[in-house]
């Protein structure tokens, strides 16, 4: 079992969790038992990896991909927690069970990174799903909290219905449940409409066009911390999903890979044309997560060596630059406020009254944009290589005029933060200290990596094979 070492030691720390908030109400124990948790799991990485056997064959697969994927999601978990840790601090609502929901949400999101089976791989979604939704609606005093959590409510249960649907087509028409095994059977009408099935689930996930249309109400009514969840760890663990069986060399067919091509196009020309009309930071980040999937998926249709070092790259890149985004929000708002510090107006004046902070979120968004010396630069120009090497070149045009469209809205953010403060005052009137660490830490990534990229570039390298 030294391979599934990271998950045991998650599903033993919901269960630690559980016991530490029966015995003690106490935020600080809550988020501390849930930190070492995930920071447990993370260490044991190296463990898992030079693990001679296989741990539960058939259901998960935990080899160097996988665990990569595992690290990932625990480290940007972690990152989530504190910033959550500052954001609730105040609230008058009890406190503990958002490190608990966090902590059962990543449990499920890296058990579905590693699966090897439609069976596992449904009931990690869900599990992770589940959880989220709770997350979303935490703080029960909004009504926006409130509605955005049953829209994911209707709209998660709608797509795991697709999802369960064209797995069992699948099963009826290879026999398998193994995803490799399945998807290495022969195509018949029967398997297409399953993978089409699984397809609307996993674009729902995804956040990708034409299932897009929950992502900017979620995102606006989440809490900030629970939009920086859904924005990242979700979209990892189906990405890790989708690169795990693009490594197995199976062939989709014509028609998949032409319509994941239009959807790629979609997404990044709709996500980046709705965030001009926004004035909710929130909502532009969420139609901006849109263009950046559509991103992902032109360095996954490139496939090979090149193409899935660009697509985990960019993951890497875009969790950072979205955790510190919304953990700015959650910096300068306060679970114990109605509502957070997501208008354009509430960021107007940043440099005069919080100029730290305003430097931070000045380089994630010229990362976002692409704009050196930021690490979202070397993401992109990764991303190119990757299409051009593959001669995808209607999937690269859109991505260089989509990304000229998205200059607008990154940079209009920055021009609100210069001009002189308004009337409105912050909701938060001052940046705890554990929030204050996270951004410099996340600035720190954004600009080191971005004029330094060979250290990670290697690591990704090394675990990609």
């Known amino acids: 079992m030294m391979p599934a070492a990271p998950l045991i030691i998650l599903a033993i720390a919901v269960a630690v969790l559980l016991a530490v908030i029966a015995s003690r109400r106490s935020h600080f124990a809550a988020t501390g038992t849930a930190g070492f948790g995930l920071l447990a799991a993370l260490a044991s990485l190296p463990w898992a990896m030079h693990a001679a056997a296989p741990a539960l064959p058939g259901l998960f697969t935990f080899d160097s991909v996988s665990l990569g994927f595992i690290g990932l999601i625990l480290a940007a978990s972690a990152m989530i927690l504190v910033i959550g840790y500052a954001y609730w601090q105040k609230a008058k609502l009890p406190r503990e069970e958002f490190p608990l929901l966090l902590l059962i949400a990543t449990l499920g999101a890296a058990a579905l990174a590693a699966s090897a089976s439609f069976i596992t791989l449904f009931l990690c979604l869900e599990t992770m799903t589940l959880a989220m939704i709770g997350m979303i609606a935490y703080p029960r005093d909004r009504p926006q909290a409130e509605e955005a959590a049953l829209k994911y409510l209707v709209l998660s249960g709608m797509s795991s219905a697709f999802i369960l649907f064209g797995i069992g087509l699948i099963e009826l028409a290879t026999g398998s449940l193994g995803l490799a095994d399945a998807l290495a059977a022969p195509a018949s009408p029967i398997m297409l409409a399953g993978l089409?099935?699984?397809?609307?689930?996993?674009?729902?996930?995804?956040?990708?066009?034409?299932?897009?249309?929950?992502?900017?109400?979620?995102?606006?009514?989440?809490?900030?911390?629970?939009?920086?969840?859904?924005?990242?760890?979700?979209?990892?663990?189906?990405?890790?999903?989708?690169?795990?069986?693009?490594?197995?060399?199976?062939?989709?067919?014509?028609?998949?890979?032409?319509?994941?091509?239009?959807?790629?196009?979609?997404?990044?020309?709709?996500?980046?044309?709705?965030?001009?009309?926004?004035?909710?930071?929130?909502?532009?980040?969420?139609?901006?997560?849109?263009?950046?999937?559509?991103?992902?998926?032109?360095?996954?249709?490139?496939?090979?060596?090149?193409?899935?070092?660009?697509?985990?790259?960019?993951?890497?890149?875009?969790?950072?630059?979205?955790?510190?985004?919304?953990?700015?929000?959650?910096?300068?708002?306060?679970?114990?406020?109605?509502?957070?510090?997501?208008?354009?107006?509430?960021?107007?004046?940043?440099?005069?009254?919080?100029?730290?902070?305003?430097?931070?979120?000045?380089?994630?968004?010229?990362?976002?944009?692409?704009?050196?010396?930021?690490?979202?630069?070397?993401?992109?120009?990764?991303?190119?290589?990757?299409?051009?090497?593959?001669?995808?070149?209607?999937?690269?045009?859109?991505?260089?005029?989509?990304?000229?469209?998205?200059?607008?809205?990154?940079?209009?953010?920055?021009?609100?933060?210069?001009?002189?403060?308004?009337?409105?005052?912050?909701?938060?009137?001052?940046?705890?200290?554990?929030?204050?660490?996270?951004?410099?830490?996340?600035?720190?990534?954004?600009?080191?990596?971005?004029?330094?990229?060979?250290?990670?570039?290697?690591?990704?390298?090394?675990?990609?094979?």
């Open 196 to 465: 089409a099935m699984i397809g609307v689930g996993a674009g729902f996930k995804l956040s990708v066009v034409p299932f897009h249309f929950w992502v900017p109400d979620i995102y606006a009514g989440a809490p900030a911390p629970t939009g920086a969840y859904v924005a990242v760890i979700a979209k990892i663990a189906v990405m890790a999903v989708l690169i795990r069986v693009q490594a197995t060399g199976v062939t989709l067919p014509e028609g998949v890979v032409t319509a994941i091509t239009a959807a790629a196009i979609l997404s990044m020309l709709i996500g980046n044309l709705l965030a001009l009309l926004q004035q909710n930071f929130k909502r532009i980040l969420g139609y901006s997560s849109i263009a950046h999937l559509g991103y992902l998926l032109v360095a996954w249709l490139a496939a090979g060596a090149v193409a899935r070092v660009a697509v985990v790259f960019y993951l890497v890149t875009y969790a950072i630059t979205m955790i510190g985004a919304f953990g700015v929000i959650a910096a300068l708002s306060s679970g114990a406020a109605g509502r957070d510090a997501d208008q354009l107006a509430d960021l107007r004046g940043m440099f005069w009254t919080r100029p730290a902070l305003a430097a931070v979120l000045t380089f994630l968004l010229l990362s976002l944009a692409g704009i050196p010396p930021a690490i979202g630069f070397i993401a992109k120009m990764y991303i190119f290589a990757a299409g051009i090497h593959t001669e995808l070149w209607l999937l690269i045009g859109t991505m260089v005029a989509s990304s000229v469209i998205g200059l607008f809205y990154y940079l209009n953010v920055i021009i609100v933060m210069a001009q002189r403060p308004g009337e409105q005052a912050p909701l938060a009137a001052a940046t705890a200290w554990s929030s204050r660490a996270a951004m410099a830490a996340l600035g720190a990534l954004v600009l080191g990596f971005g004029v330094a990229p060979q250290p990670l570039i290697a690591l990704l390298k090394a675990i990609l094979g």
